[in-house]
Protein backbone atom coordinates (compact mmCIF):
# COMPACT_ATOMS: atom_id res chain seq x y z
CA UNK A 1 0.00 0.00 0.00
CA UNK A 2 1.17 3.64 -1.14
CA UNK A 3 1.98 5.79 1.92
CA UNK A 4 0.23 8.81 0.83
CA UNK A 5 -2.61 10.08 -1.33
CA UNK A 6 -1.55 11.34 -4.85
CA UNK A 7 -1.05 14.77 -5.57
CA UNK A 8 -3.37 15.08 -8.62
CA UNK A 9 -6.94 15.73 -8.25
CA UNK A 10 -8.41 12.41 -7.03
CA UNK A 11 -11.01 11.98 -4.14
CA UNK A 12 -14.46 11.52 -2.99
CA UNK A 13 -16.98 12.35 -5.89
CA UNK A 14 -19.89 11.19 -3.81
CA UNK A 15 -21.19 9.23 -1.01
CA UNK A 16 -24.14 7.18 0.01
CA UNK A 17 -25.20 6.12 3.56
CA UNK A 18 -27.59 3.20 4.33
CA UNK A 19 -29.05 3.31 8.15
CA UNK A 20 -31.23 0.32 9.23
CA UNK A 21 -34.69 1.29 9.13
CA UNK A 22 -35.14 -0.18 13.34
CA UNK A 23 -33.73 2.21 16.54
CA UNK A 24 -34.04 2.49 19.60
CA UNK A 25 -34.22 5.77 21.59
CA UNK A 26 -31.91 5.98 24.43
CA UNK A 27 -33.82 7.28 26.74
CA UNK A 28 -37.26 6.48 28.30
CA UNK A 29 -37.21 2.64 29.02
CA UNK A 30 -33.73 2.18 27.62
CA UNK A 31 -32.13 4.41 30.23
CA UNK A 32 -34.77 3.38 32.74
CA UNK A 33 -34.34 -0.25 32.92
CA UNK A 34 -30.32 0.29 32.89
CA UNK A 35 -30.40 3.21 35.96
CA UNK A 36 -28.87 5.91 34.07
CA UNK A 37 -30.05 9.54 33.84
CA UNK A 38 -30.96 10.28 30.24
CA UNK A 39 -29.11 13.68 30.49
CA UNK A 40 -26.32 10.98 31.02
CA UNK A 41 -26.91 9.89 27.57
CA UNK A 42 -27.97 12.81 25.60
CA UNK A 43 -25.90 15.53 26.85
CA UNK A 44 -22.87 13.23 28.28
CA UNK A 45 -22.51 10.94 25.67
CA UNK A 46 -24.61 12.67 22.85
CA UNK A 47 -26.69 9.75 21.58
CA UNK A 48 -30.24 10.07 21.15
CA UNK A 49 -30.94 6.73 19.14
CA UNK A 50 -29.36 3.79 18.31
CA UNK A 51 -29.68 2.68 14.59
CA UNK A 52 -30.07 -1.38 15.40
CA UNK A 53 -30.26 -3.92 12.34
CA UNK A 54 -33.43 -6.27 11.82
CA UNK A 55 -33.41 -10.32 12.25
CA UNK A 56 -31.97 -10.03 8.43
CA UNK A 57 -29.43 -7.71 8.40
CA UNK A 58 -25.58 -7.88 8.82
CA UNK A 59 -22.55 -5.86 7.25
CA UNK A 60 -22.71 -7.59 4.13
CA UNK A 61 -26.30 -6.45 3.71
CA UNK A 62 -25.94 -2.69 4.86
CA UNK A 63 -22.63 -2.75 2.22
CA UNK A 64 -24.88 -3.80 -0.56
CA UNK A 65 -27.23 -1.03 0.22
CA UNK A 66 -25.17 1.46 0.42
CA UNK A 67 -23.55 0.35 -2.75
CA UNK A 68 -26.55 0.03 -4.53
CA UNK A 69 -28.03 3.38 -3.77
CA UNK A 70 -24.13 4.87 -5.23
CA UNK A 71 -24.71 3.31 -8.08
CA UNK A 72 -28.04 4.23 -8.81
CA UNK A 73 -27.14 8.18 -8.11
CA UNK A 74 -24.81 7.92 -10.10
CA UNK A 75 -26.07 5.84 -13.06
CA UNK A 76 -22.78 3.81 -12.75
CA UNK A 77 -22.50 0.28 -14.06
CA UNK A 78 -21.39 -2.85 -13.37
CA UNK A 79 -18.57 -2.57 -15.73
CA UNK A 80 -17.63 1.09 -14.39
CA UNK A 81 -15.95 -0.18 -11.19
CA UNK A 82 -13.23 -1.12 -10.59
CA UNK A 83 -12.65 -2.28 -7.10
CA UNK A 84 -14.91 -2.25 -3.98
CA UNK A 85 -13.02 -2.26 -0.76
CA UNK A 86 -15.20 -2.78 2.46
CA UNK A 87 -13.46 -1.92 5.58
CA UNK A 88 -15.63 -4.06 8.54
CA UNK A 89 -15.05 -5.07 12.15
CA UNK A 90 -17.89 -7.02 11.39
CA UNK A 91 -17.13 -9.53 8.79
CA UNK A 92 -19.65 -12.37 8.25
CA UNK A 93 -16.94 -15.19 7.38
CA UNK A 94 -13.11 -15.74 8.32
CA UNK A 95 -11.84 -16.34 5.16
CA UNK A 96 -14.30 -15.52 2.52
CA UNK A 97 -14.37 -11.55 1.73
CA UNK A 98 -17.75 -9.77 2.68
CA UNK A 99 -17.17 -8.59 -0.56
CA UNK A 100 -17.79 -11.30 -2.40
CA UNK A 101 -21.41 -11.69 -0.82
CA UNK A 102 -21.80 -8.19 -1.84
CA UNK A 103 -21.07 -8.90 -5.06
CA UNK A 104 -23.54 -11.52 -4.80
CA UNK A 105 -26.41 -9.84 -4.10
CA UNK A 106 -25.62 -7.12 -6.54
CA UNK A 107 -25.59 -9.46 -9.56
CA UNK A 108 -29.12 -10.70 -8.45
CA UNK A 109 -30.06 -7.22 -10.03
CA UNK A 110 -27.28 -6.31 -12.22
CA UNK A 111 -27.20 -9.68 -14.04
CA UNK A 112 -24.89 -12.83 -13.67
CA UNK A 113 -21.22 -12.03 -14.06
CA UNK A 114 -21.48 -8.44 -13.93
CA UNK A 115 -18.91 -7.79 -11.90
CA UNK A 116 -16.67 -10.08 -12.72
CA UNK A 117 -13.78 -7.94 -13.30
CA UNK A 118 -14.17 -5.68 -9.98
CA UNK A 119 -11.75 -6.27 -7.42
CA UNK A 120 -12.81 -6.69 -3.49
CA UNK A 121 -10.97 -6.63 -0.58
CA UNK A 122 -11.73 -6.49 2.85
CA UNK A 123 -10.11 -4.99 5.03
CA UNK A 124 -9.71 -4.71 8.77
CA UNK A 125 -8.26 -2.47 11.50
CA UNK A 126 -10.82 -1.72 13.65
CA UNK A 127 -12.89 1.84 13.02
CA UNK A 128 -9.97 3.28 10.50
CA UNK A 129 -10.08 0.51 7.71
CA UNK A 130 -12.61 2.19 5.37
CA UNK A 131 -10.01 4.97 5.47
CA UNK A 132 -7.26 2.60 4.77
CA UNK A 133 -9.61 1.71 2.04
CA UNK A 134 -10.42 5.25 0.43
CA UNK A 135 -6.29 6.00 1.07
CA UNK A 136 -5.43 2.77 -1.31
CA UNK A 137 -8.47 3.55 -3.86
CA UNK A 138 -7.31 7.09 -4.40
CA UNK A 139 -3.09 5.64 -5.13
CA UNK A 140 -4.79 2.80 -7.45
CA UNK A 141 -6.68 5.77 -9.36
CA UNK A 142 -3.19 7.88 -9.44
CA UNK A 143 -1.19 4.58 -10.45
CA UNK A 144 -3.65 4.52 -13.69
CA UNK A 145 -4.54 1.37 -12.67
CA UNK A 146 -8.29 2.61 -13.00
CA UNK A 147 -8.50 3.09 -16.89
CA UNK A 148 -11.55 5.16 -16.10
CA UNK A 149 -12.87 3.02 -13.63
CA UNK A 150 -14.10 4.34 -10.10
CA UNK A 151 -13.59 2.69 -6.99
CA UNK A 152 -15.65 2.35 -3.94
CA UNK A 153 -14.39 2.31 -0.52
CA UNK A 154 -17.46 0.95 1.99
CA UNK A 155 -18.02 1.23 5.59
CA UNK A 156 -20.48 -1.59 6.98
CA UNK A 157 -20.58 -2.65 10.63
CA UNK A 158 -22.28 -3.45 13.48
CA UNK A 159 -21.35 -1.94 16.94
CA UNK A 160 -22.52 -4.19 19.33
CA UNK A 161 -21.77 -4.53 23.22
CA UNK A 162 -22.94 -6.64 25.69
CA UNK A 163 -25.95 -5.88 27.22
CA UNK A 164 -25.94 -3.56 30.49
CA UNK A 165 -22.57 -2.77 29.55
CA UNK A 166 -20.95 0.48 29.64
CA UNK A 167 -20.26 0.38 26.01
CA UNK A 168 -24.13 -0.61 25.59
CA UNK A 169 -25.75 3.28 24.99
CA UNK A 170 -23.16 3.78 21.99
CA UNK A 171 -24.18 0.92 19.92
CA UNK A 172 -25.58 1.77 16.30
CA UNK A 173 -25.40 0.13 12.82
CA UNK A 174 -25.23 1.17 9.06
CA UNK A 175 -23.02 1.36 6.20
CA UNK A 176 -21.17 4.22 3.97
CA UNK A 177 -20.27 4.14 0.74
CA UNK A 178 -17.40 6.72 -1.18
CA UNK A 179 -17.34 7.26 -4.25
CA UNK A 180 -13.29 7.27 -5.33
CA UNK A 181 -12.57 8.71 -8.86
CA UNK A 182 -10.17 11.06 -10.81
CA UNK A 183 -11.75 14.72 -10.59
CA UNK A 184 -13.91 14.10 -7.93
CA UNK A 185 -17.11 16.99 -7.33
CA UNK A 186 -16.62 16.92 -3.72
CA UNK A 187 -13.56 16.99 -1.96
CA UNK A 188 -9.95 16.46 -3.43
CA UNK A 189 -7.61 14.98 -0.71
CA UNK A 190 -4.76 15.99 -0.53
CA UNK A 191 -1.56 14.65 -0.95
CA UNK A 192 -0.27 14.22 2.75
CA UNK A 193 -1.37 11.99 6.00
CA UNK A 194 -0.06 12.10 9.49
CA UNK A 195 0.09 8.45 11.04
CA UNK A 196 0.25 7.07 14.61
CA UNK A 197 0.01 3.72 15.83
CA UNK A 198 0.83 1.61 18.72
CA UNK A 199 0.39 -1.87 20.25
CA UNK A 200 -2.89 -1.46 22.44
CA UNK A 201 -5.72 -3.45 24.82
CA UNK A 202 -8.34 -0.51 24.48
CA UNK A 203 -10.45 -2.51 22.20
CA UNK A 204 -10.52 -6.06 20.49
CA UNK A 205 -12.39 -8.89 19.52
CA UNK A 206 -10.74 -11.94 20.27
CA UNK A 207 -11.35 -15.10 17.52
CA UNK A 208 -15.02 -16.86 18.27
CA UNK A 209 -15.84 -13.93 20.26
CA UNK A 210 -19.40 -12.21 19.08
CA UNK A 211 -18.66 -8.53 20.68
CA UNK A 212 -15.51 -6.99 21.45
CA UNK A 213 -13.72 -6.69 25.13
CA UNK A 214 -13.55 -2.86 25.60
CA UNK A 215 -10.95 -0.74 28.39
CA UNK A 216 -13.74 1.69 28.17
CA UNK A 217 -11.85 5.02 29.60
CA UNK A 218 -8.45 3.57 28.37
CA UNK A 219 -9.95 3.81 24.80
CA UNK A 220 -10.62 7.44 25.25
CA UNK A 221 -7.23 7.77 26.40
CA UNK A 222 -5.84 5.90 23.57
CA UNK A 223 -8.17 8.05 21.09
CA UNK A 224 -6.36 10.88 21.90
CA UNK A 225 -3.14 10.27 22.04
CA UNK A 226 -3.29 8.59 18.60
CA UNK A 227 -5.39 11.66 17.09
CA UNK A 228 -3.08 13.87 18.94
CA UNK A 229 0.01 12.12 17.51
CA UNK A 230 -1.40 11.71 13.98
CA UNK A 231 -2.00 15.33 13.81
CA UNK A 232 1.42 16.87 14.72
CA UNK A 233 2.62 14.30 12.17
CA UNK A 234 0.15 15.55 9.61
CA UNK A 235 1.28 19.06 10.61
CA UNK A 236 5.09 18.70 10.40
CA UNK A 237 4.66 17.67 7.13
CA UNK A 238 2.19 20.07 6.22
CA UNK A 239 4.77 22.74 6.84
CA UNK A 240 8.04 21.11 5.58
CA UNK A 241 5.94 20.49 2.21
CA UNK A 242 5.16 24.19 1.88
CA UNK A 243 1.36 22.88 2.05
CA UNK A 244 0.73 25.80 4.53
CA UNK A 245 2.81 28.88 5.01
CA UNK A 246 1.68 29.95 8.95
CA UNK A 247 2.02 33.36 9.45
CA UNK A 248 3.00 34.62 12.79
CA UNK A 249 1.26 33.27 15.44
CA UNK A 250 -0.57 30.98 13.62
CA UNK A 251 -1.36 27.42 13.81
CA UNK A 252 -2.06 24.56 10.96
CA UNK A 253 -5.40 24.17 12.35
CA UNK A 254 -6.38 28.23 11.47
CA UNK A 255 -5.87 26.89 7.96
CA UNK A 256 -9.02 23.89 8.84
CA UNK A 257 -12.76 24.82 8.24
CA UNK A 258 -13.94 21.56 9.00
CA UNK A 259 -12.51 18.86 11.27
CA UNK A 260 -14.18 15.37 10.80
CA UNK A 261 -13.43 12.61 13.57
CA UNK A 262 -14.02 9.23 14.23
CA UNK A 263 -17.44 9.40 16.35
CA UNK A 264 -18.08 6.64 18.61
CA UNK A 265 -20.16 8.95 19.98
CA UNK A 266 -20.61 12.64 19.91
CA UNK A 267 -19.21 13.18 22.71
CA UNK A 268 -16.13 11.98 22.06
CA UNK A 269 -15.48 14.54 19.52
CA UNK A 270 -15.29 17.41 21.85
CA UNK A 271 -13.35 15.54 24.10
CA UNK A 272 -10.95 15.17 20.50
CA UNK A 273 -11.27 18.46 19.34
CA UNK A 274 -10.18 20.23 22.84
CA UNK A 275 -7.21 17.78 23.42
CA UNK A 276 -6.11 18.88 19.21
CA UNK A 277 -6.86 23.07 20.32
CA UNK A 278 -4.99 22.75 23.02
CA UNK A 279 -2.52 21.14 21.47
CA UNK A 280 -2.67 23.36 18.61
CA UNK A 281 -2.65 26.51 20.61
CA UNK A 282 -0.28 25.85 23.09
CA UNK A 283 3.13 28.40 22.57
CA UNK A 284 1.07 30.57 20.75
CA UNK A 285 0.23 34.52 21.83
CA UNK A 286 -3.32 33.15 21.84
CA UNK A 287 -2.57 30.57 24.96
CA UNK A 288 -2.19 33.55 27.26
CA UNK A 289 -5.59 34.70 26.86
CA UNK A 290 -6.56 30.66 27.65
CA UNK A 291 -4.41 30.53 31.02
CA UNK A 292 -5.31 34.42 32.05
CA UNK A 293 -9.08 32.87 31.73
CA UNK A 294 -8.28 29.26 33.31
CA UNK A 295 -5.12 29.83 35.17
CA UNK A 296 -1.93 27.94 34.52
CA UNK A 297 -1.86 24.82 32.65
CA UNK A 298 -0.93 21.88 34.73
CA UNK A 299 2.64 20.58 34.05
CA UNK A 300 3.95 17.22 35.12
CA UNK A 301 7.48 18.91 36.49
CA UNK A 302 5.17 20.65 38.89
CA UNK A 303 3.59 17.81 40.46
CA UNK A 304 5.38 15.38 42.70
CA UNK A 305 2.21 12.99 42.96
CA UNK A 306 1.21 11.39 39.50
CA UNK A 307 -2.25 11.72 40.50
CA UNK A 308 -2.34 15.30 41.80
CA UNK A 309 -0.89 15.98 38.37
CA UNK A 310 -4.17 14.10 36.62
CA UNK A 311 -6.62 15.56 38.69
CA UNK A 312 -5.18 18.76 37.88
CA UNK A 313 -4.94 18.30 34.40
CA UNK A 314 -8.95 16.42 34.50
CA UNK A 315 -10.04 19.81 36.29
CA UNK A 316 -8.20 21.96 33.75
CA UNK A 317 -9.32 19.94 30.33
CA UNK A 318 -13.07 20.29 31.82
CA UNK A 319 -12.63 24.22 32.24
CA UNK A 320 -11.03 24.86 28.47
CA UNK A 321 -13.85 23.11 27.31
CA UNK A 322 -16.17 25.80 28.47
CA UNK A 323 -14.10 28.40 27.68
CA UNK A 324 -15.20 31.06 24.99
CA UNK A 325 -12.05 30.29 22.47
CA UNK A 326 -12.92 26.96 22.47
CA UNK A 327 -16.42 26.83 22.54
CA UNK A 328 -16.33 29.39 19.35
CA UNK A 329 -13.57 27.10 17.73
CA UNK A 330 -16.03 23.83 18.39
CA UNK A 331 -19.06 25.59 17.10
CA UNK A 332 -17.62 26.70 13.57
CA UNK A 333 -15.44 23.85 13.12
CA UNK A 334 -16.62 20.68 14.77
CA UNK A 335 -19.74 20.86 16.05
CA UNK A 336 -22.22 20.39 13.27
CA UNK A 337 -20.38 17.23 12.72
CA UNK A 338 -22.02 15.03 14.84
CA UNK A 339 -25.36 15.55 13.58
CA UNK A 340 -26.61 12.07 12.40
CA UNK A 341 -24.55 10.04 14.54
CA UNK A 342 -26.63 11.43 17.80
CA UNK A 343 -29.28 9.72 15.18
CA UNK A 344 -27.77 6.20 14.95
CA UNK A 345 -24.75 5.81 17.49
CA UNK A 346 -21.52 4.14 16.41
CA UNK A 347 -21.13 2.87 13.07
CA UNK A 348 -17.55 1.74 13.71
CA UNK A 349 -15.60 2.54 10.41
CA UNK A 350 -18.18 4.19 9.00
CA UNK A 351 -18.54 6.76 11.80
CA UNK A 352 -15.85 9.67 10.58
CA UNK A 353 -18.24 9.22 6.91
CA UNK A 354 -21.17 10.01 9.08
CA UNK A 355 -19.62 13.05 9.71
CA UNK A 356 -18.94 14.13 6.14
CA UNK A 357 -22.88 13.26 5.65
CA UNK A 358 -24.01 15.47 8.11
CA UNK A 359 -21.95 18.57 6.77
CA UNK A 360 -23.00 17.91 3.35
CA UNK A 361 -26.51 16.93 4.19
CA UNK A 362 -26.93 20.77 5.63
CA UNK A 363 -24.80 22.30 3.08
CA UNK A 364 -22.40 23.26 5.11
CA UNK A 365 -19.04 22.58 2.51
CA UNK A 366 -18.33 25.28 0.78
CA UNK A 367 -16.20 25.27 -2.64
CA UNK A 368 -12.19 25.96 -1.05
CA UNK A 369 -12.65 25.07 2.16
CA UNK A 370 -9.83 22.83 4.14
CA UNK A 371 -11.83 19.61 5.96
CA UNK A 372 -9.21 17.46 7.79
CA UNK A 373 -9.73 13.56 8.53
CA UNK A 374 -9.16 12.56 11.99
CA UNK A 375 -9.49 8.68 11.59
CA UNK A 376 -9.36 6.32 14.51
CA UNK A 377 -8.71 2.69 14.69
CA UNK A 378 -8.42 0.37 18.14
CA UNK A 379 -6.01 -1.18 18.72
CA UNK A 380 -4.63 1.19 18.01
CA UNK A 381 -3.97 3.57 15.08
CA UNK A 382 -4.64 7.11 13.22
CA UNK A 383 -4.73 8.56 10.27
CA UNK A 384 -4.70 12.34 9.93
CA UNK A 385 -5.50 13.79 6.46
CA UNK A 386 -7.05 16.60 4.24
CA UNK A 387 -9.00 17.52 1.22
CA UNK A 388 -10.36 20.69 -0.38
CA UNK A 389 -13.87 20.96 -0.86
CA UNK A 390 -14.62 21.26 -4.88
CA UNK A 391 -16.96 24.07 -6.68
CA UNK A 392 -19.07 21.07 -7.78
CA UNK A 393 -19.73 19.96 -4.16
CA UNK A 394 -23.81 20.76 -4.08
CA UNK A 395 -23.57 19.10 -7.34
CA UNK A 396 -24.56 15.67 -6.22
CA UNK A 397 -27.80 15.54 -4.97
CA UNK A 398 -29.03 15.53 -1.50
CA UNK A 399 -29.81 12.42 0.26
CA UNK A 400 -32.64 13.30 2.52
CA UNK A 401 -30.91 11.59 5.31
CA UNK A 402 -31.93 13.43 8.00
CA UNK A 403 -35.74 12.82 6.53
CA UNK A 404 -35.13 8.89 6.59
CA UNK A 405 -33.60 8.95 10.11
CA UNK A 406 -37.08 10.42 11.24
CA UNK A 407 -39.18 7.95 9.08
CA UNK A 408 -37.59 4.58 11.24
CA UNK A 409 -39.43 2.62 12.90
CA UNK A 410 -39.02 2.32 17.08
CA UNK A 411 -38.53 -0.48 18.68
CA UNK A 412 -39.50 -2.18 22.19
CA UNK A 413 -36.71 -2.83 24.79
CA UNK A 414 -38.03 -6.57 24.49
CA UNK A 415 -37.53 -6.40 20.57
CA UNK A 416 -34.27 -4.93 21.09
CA UNK A 417 -32.50 -7.21 23.35
CA UNK A 418 -34.36 -10.60 21.11
CA UNK A 419 -32.56 -8.74 18.45
CA UNK A 420 -29.03 -8.12 20.13
CA UNK A 421 -28.84 -11.67 21.69
CA UNK A 422 -29.87 -13.54 18.09
CA UNK A 423 -33.65 -15.04 19.82
CA UNK A 424 -35.55 -13.22 17.21
CA UNK A 425 -35.57 -15.14 13.64
CA UNK A 426 -38.01 -12.94 11.93
CA UNK A 427 -37.96 -9.39 10.58
CA UNK A 428 -39.75 -6.98 12.44
CA UNK A 429 -40.32 -4.90 9.37
CA UNK A 430 -40.32 -7.48 6.08
CA UNK A 431 -37.48 -6.29 3.62
CA UNK A 432 -39.14 -4.24 0.60
CA UNK A 433 -36.97 -3.09 -2.02
CA UNK A 434 -34.01 -4.56 0.17
CA UNK A 435 -30.99 -7.07 0.03
CA UNK A 436 -31.43 -9.33 2.75
CA UNK A 437 -30.25 -12.43 4.61
CA UNK A 438 -32.29 -15.04 3.55
CA UNK A 439 -30.95 -18.54 5.39
CA UNK A 440 -27.32 -19.76 6.44
CA UNK A 441 -27.22 -23.56 5.22
CA UNK A 442 -25.62 -26.48 6.98
CA UNK A 443 -22.02 -26.10 5.99
CA UNK A 444 -22.37 -22.07 7.00
CA UNK A 445 -22.78 -20.69 3.69
CA UNK A 446 -24.87 -17.43 3.83
CA UNK A 447 -27.69 -17.05 1.02
CA UNK A 448 -28.73 -13.44 0.25
CA UNK A 449 -31.66 -12.12 -1.82
CA UNK A 450 -32.68 -8.93 -3.42
CA UNK A 451 -36.78 -8.93 -1.57
CA UNK A 452 -38.27 -6.45 -4.18
CA UNK A 453 -41.73 -6.86 -2.54
CA UNK A 454 -43.20 -8.07 0.93
CA UNK A 455 -45.06 -10.94 0.29
P1 LIG B 1 -19.15 5.97 31.07
O1 LIG B 1 -18.74 5.21 32.28
O2 LIG B 1 -20.58 5.98 30.70
O3 LIG B 1 -18.65 7.50 31.14
O4 LIG B 1 -18.29 5.42 29.87
P2 LIG B 1 -18.82 8.62 32.22
O5 LIG B 1 -19.48 8.10 33.45
O6 LIG B 1 -17.48 9.25 32.32
O7 LIG B 1 -19.85 9.61 31.54
C1 LIG B 1 -19.62 10.23 30.34
C2 LIG B 1 -19.97 11.72 30.48
O8 LIG B 1 -21.33 11.85 30.89
C3 LIG B 1 -19.14 12.44 31.55
O9 LIG B 1 -18.82 13.72 31.03
C4 LIG B 1 -20.12 12.58 32.70
O10 LIG B 1 -19.85 13.67 33.59
C5 LIG B 1 -21.40 12.82 31.92
P3 LIG B 1 -17.40 14.45 31.41
O11 LIG B 1 -17.28 14.40 32.89
O12 LIG B 1 -16.35 13.64 30.72
O13 LIG B 1 -17.53 15.81 30.87
N1 LIG B 1 -22.60 12.61 32.75
C6 LIG B 1 -23.69 13.39 32.65
N2 LIG B 1 -23.97 14.46 31.88
C7 LIG B 1 -25.20 15.05 32.01
N3 LIG B 1 -26.13 14.63 32.92
C8 LIG B 1 -25.88 13.56 33.72
C9 LIG B 1 -24.61 12.90 33.60
N4 LIG B 1 -24.05 11.84 34.24
C10 LIG B 1 -22.82 11.68 33.70
N5 LIG B 1 -26.81 13.16 34.58
C11 LIG B 1 -17.53 5.11 27.63
C12 LIG B 1 -18.26 6.04 28.60
C13 LIG B 1 -17.45 5.78 26.30
C14 LIG B 1 -16.13 4.82 28.14
C15 LIG B 1 -18.33 3.79 27.50
O14 LIG B 1 -19.61 4.06 26.99
C16 LIG B 1 -17.67 2.76 26.61
O15 LIG B 1 -16.88 1.96 27.08
N6 LIG B 1 -17.99 2.77 25.28
C17 LIG B 1 -17.39 1.86 24.30
C18 LIG B 1 -15.95 2.24 23.95
C19 LIG B 1 -15.85 3.58 23.25
O16 LIG B 1 -16.76 4.03 22.60
N7 LIG B 1 -14.66 4.20 23.32
C20 LIG B 1 -14.40 5.45 22.62
C21 LIG B 1 -12.94 5.60 22.22
S1 LIG B 1 -12.30 4.16 21.37
C22 LIG B 1 -13.01 4.25 19.80
O17 LIG B 1 -13.56 5.24 19.45
C23 LIG B 1 -12.93 3.05 18.91
C24 LIG B 1 -14.20 2.26 18.76
O18 LIG B 1 -15.12 2.96 17.94
C25 LIG B 1 -13.91 0.86 18.20
C26 LIG B 1 -13.04 0.72 16.97
O19 LIG B 1 -12.05 1.39 16.73
O20 LIG B 1 -13.32 -0.23 16.26
C27 LIG B 1 -14.92 2.04 20.09
Same mark, same amino acid.
Given at each position: ?????????????? &?? #????????????? &???????????????????????????????????????????????????????Y?????????? !?????????????I?????????????????????????????C??????????????????????????????????????????????????????????????? &??R???????????????????????G??????????????????????????????L?????P?????????????????L??? !?????????????????????H??A???????????D???????? !? #??????????V?????????????????????????R????????????M?????????????????? &????????????????????????????????????????????????? #?????
Amino acid at each position: MASEFPADAIGIDD &FS #VYVPKLYIPTVGK &FAISRGIEPAKLVKGIGIERMAIPDAHEDAATMAAMSVHELMQRNSLRPQDIGKIYIGTESGVDEA !KAIGTYVIGMLEQIYGPGSFQECLTVELKSACIAASYALEDLCCWVAAGGDEGRVGIAVASDVARYPLRSGGEYTQGAGSVALLVKRDPRLIALEDMIGVYTRDEND &FFRPPGCSMAVVNGKHSNDCYLDAVGGAFASFAKKAIRRGKLQLREGECVSDHVSHFLFHIPYPRMVEYASAALFRQEWRGLPRW !KGVEDELGREPRAEDFSDPGEHQRAEADFSRRFSKSDAFRQAFSS !K #VGESARISRQVGNIYTGSIYLGLASLAEQNLLCPGQRVCFCSYGSGCSAMVFSGIVREEADCPPGRDI &FKRLDQRWEISLQEYEDLHEGGRKESLIFPEREFARLYIDSQGYRHYGY #VSQAP
